[in-house]
């Protein structure tokens, strides 16, 4: 029997886990997969899905900058990758490709089962009107917050992102601030900029920090500014390594039929 052949697609990719973490989550099952980082050429991704089809692979991931590319090469997509207007986990189905998008379950599931947050009838605030923040929305929204934020550093595009789900909302009330204009103490803060890319400091009033607050930033493997202003107002701080992790077990689960335990992949990761 063939071995099952996956890829993760990006530009740059050699930074990538997910060929750990599928590796990973494929020996809980006693399963052999290859998972291999793909770099494809800024101006050749579709070029890249064409070779990897016709070369057999099953599957692929995607990282940035190709979010929206891949969105716009599906032939079918699942509800949340509409919602979110960018795909991260493609499905080779015949001659039809499969889009979905697995970020925005891989932060809630990381907040309600690693951080043990509850987020049904909380006051959320969501930093950036990015793609990572458009993943975000609608999965945050099905938790039923009391209230849902959207900040950034000009309201025109956290406007439209709120238009957009205004029908998904249901019992939440949907908000729209500046950096500078959110003046509230809120339960949890998602931080869905790349500001930590550059250590840039988010201008952020620190009274929206309390001690009960999971301030969460998407990024992993460093401390953001977001998180040292977070941590010095007392506030829980948690990166995005469960998130990675979470949206990688989604997209196996997608592929393979099978749900594995994200926590020892987690735990060796952060020893790693």
Not at 67 to 83: G, H, I, P, V, Y
Not at 244 to 252: I, N, R
Request: overall charge negative; some cysteine.
């Amino acid at each position: 029997m063939a071995i099952e052949k996956y890829a993760v697609i990006g530009h740059p990719i050699e930074h990538s886990k997910s060929p750990l973490i599928h590796q990973a989550f494929a020996r809980q099952f006693n399963k052999a997969i290859v998972y291999e980082k793909v770099l494809s050429p800024l101006d050749g991704f579709d070029a890249t899905l064409q070779r990897l089809r016709a070369e057999g692979y099953v599957g692929a991931n995607v990282t940035v900058p190709f979010k929206f590319e891949a969105f716009n090469a599906c032939d079918t997509l699942s509800a949340r990758a509409q919602a979110a207007g960018a795909v991260n986990t493609l499905t080779f189905k015949g001659e039809a490709i499969v889009g979905d998008n697995t970020d925005g379950c891989g932060l809630v599931n990381d907040i309600l089962t690693h951080q043990h947050t509850l987020l049904a009838g909380k006051k959320v605030l969501l930093l950036g009107a990015g793609g990572a923040a458009q993943g975000a929305v609608l999965p945050l929204l099905e938790q039923k917050p009391l209230q849902l934020t959207l900040a950034n550093r000009s309201v025109d595009k956290v406007q439209i992102m709120a238009d957009r789900f205004a029908s998904a909302a249901h019992q939440t009330t949907l908000q729209v601030r500046t950096f500078a204009d959110v003046s509230e103490a809120y339960d949890v803060i998602v931080n869905a900029t790349s500001a930590g890319l550059s250590d840039s400091p988010l201008a952020l009033p620190t009274d929206i920090f309390q001690a009960e607050t999971l301030a969460y930033d998407m990024m992993y493997g460093r401390e953001t500014p977001f998180m040292q202003q977070a941590r010095g107002a007392g506030a829980r701080v948690a990166d995005g390594l469960g998130m990675l992790v979470e949206q990688a077990a989604e997209a196996f689960f997608l592929w393979h039929g099978v749900r594995p335990a994200t926590a020892p992949v987690i735990q060796s990761m952060r020893q790693s």
